[in-house]
């Protein structure tokens, strides 16, 4: 590992105008002066991945993932070569890299693509030539020679990604937040920052919802021991947060964090015959289109029959229920419905794997504020219940002052309203 290599991540915000990139480049420029070697992982400029995959749309209702991947792959692309002109007008001798330059090799799913092998010679050989390397993040190159995408957040496993490949000593994600929050301050004004997080609790924050930190990133982390750090581009001297190995030696809080996530729907089969090899007939084809299933619960048979529901996220919904019309004709499933105003809250914490009695406060507290709970789940050191969406921001709240996180509101929220105001040119 490289004492003297960091890799930084810059999000769409941070990067969203003119003035945003300049300020980036300030704040390489002064880690630069340090004698630290820097490789730098941006995304696109705020709002124009959604931009570009709109006029996709306009054009065809279903337009071609191979296509998709080659014009949403632009937006990167963009945001680093305006840093790079920024630092080499400071001075700084800097070179812009796509993907495919920098030698991220994919395979061929594309929209979501998995990173198979980073060849870092070329990366090697700029480092030592003393440049600062910009990269586009979010994309890389299959066998075939075509743009691939690692779908949305993929600029945070890029930069991991890359962090691992060249022995990095940390990757720094830079974004419009100063660290991880033990809830989203928007729902909860209290909500305070977290200094030290571990891996296990930051990827069950990520897969519930927590948007700081895409999974992917972090299970790579977790996998090569690669300390994170999360930190506001908008903000000078913030610690941020700091994702690493567990402290065995340290007391854990009970709960370190409490997930919304509304992105969330759920199918239900109706009348399945309960006999061997129907759920795999259920799950086979989602897991075949890629798409990931969360939660799953199956009824008590009655006269052979059973229901079955599982939750997935909502954007894959309406591909996942023409799958499921299929299925259903094929198993002899009487029904299929679907509900996609539901939401998922998540407690979090390593403590949990210590005490006792969590799940009963969170069944308490939401009876107590006559909340229903339509599906549950449990990992050792978490619990996630299914409720009305209706109700999530209530649930929420009530969670947070249940478990007693309160922290100092108002800093946070000040600065979520600045990132706000930032707009693509």
């Known amino acids: 590992m490289s004492k003297s290599l960091i890799v930084q991540k810059y999000g769409g915000t941070s990067v969203g105008t003119l003035e945003r990139i300049e300020h980036v480049a300030d704040r390489i420029t002064k880690t630069r002066k340090t004698g630290t070697d820097i490789v730098v992982v941006v995304s696109a400029m705020a709002g124009e991945t959604d931009k570009l995959l709109k006029m996709a749309c306009r054009l065809s209702k279903n337009p071609a993932r191979r296509e998709i991947d080659l014009l949403l792959s632009s937006g990167e692309r963009i945001s680093a070569a305006l840093l790079t002109i920024a630092l080499q007008a400071r001075g700084i001798p800097a070179l812009s890299m796509t993907g495919r330059q920098i030698g991220l090799q994919t395979d061929s799913t594309h929209t979501r693509a998995r990173i198979k092998n980073i060849d870092t010679q070329r990366a090697r050989k700029m480092l030592r ?60 004004p209290q909500a305070r920052r977290l200094d030290v997080v571990s891996y296990d609790e930051m990827l069950e924050m990520a897969s519930l919802g927590a948007k700081v930190l895409q999974i992917r990133c972090v299970e790579f982390a977790h996998k090569y021991k690669m300390p994170l750090i999360v930190k506001s581009s908008f903000e000078e001297g913030d610690k941020g947060t700091l994702i690493c190995e567990e402290d065995a030696n340290m007391e854990q809080p009970v709960v370190s964090g409490i997930m919304c996530d509304k992105n969330q729907a759920k199918i239900t089969l109706k009348e399945v015959p309960d006999q061997p090899g129907i759920a795999a007939n259920i799950f086979a084809p989602l897991a075949h289109a890629s798409i990931s299933v969360d939660m799953i619960i199956q009824n008590v048979s009655e006269q052979g029959h059973t229901d079955m529901s599982f939750t997935l996220q909502r954007e894959d919904l309406r591909e996942a229920m023409v799958i499921m019309d299929k299925v259903a004709k094929k198993i002899h499933a009487t029904h299929v419905s679907s509900d996609a105003k539901i939401a998922k809250i998540s407690i979090v914490g390593a403590g949990m794997r210590s005490h006792s009695g969590v799940a009963a406060q969170i069944f308490k507290t939401l009876s107590a504020h006559k909340i229903n709970i339509l599906m549950i789940s449990t990992s050792e050191i978490k619990v996630s219940c299914i ?7 209530l649930a929420v709240n009530a969670l947070h002052d249940a478990f007693n996180m309160k922290g100092k509101p108002g800093k946070m929220n000040a600065k979520r309203k600045t990132a706000k105001k930032v707009k693509a040119v």
């Open 129 to 188: 030539e003393n440049h600062v390397i910009v990269v586009a993040g979010f994309q890389g190159i299959n066998p075939e020679g075509d743009v691939t995408t690692l779908g949305r957040g993929g600029s945070d496993t890029s930069a991991v990604a890359l962090a691992i490949a060249l022995g990095a000593r940390q990757c720094e994600i830079y974004t419009d937040v100063d660290g991880v929050y033990t809830c989203d301050p928007r729902i909860v």
């Open 387 to 393: 409720i009305e969406q209706k109700n999530s921001k």
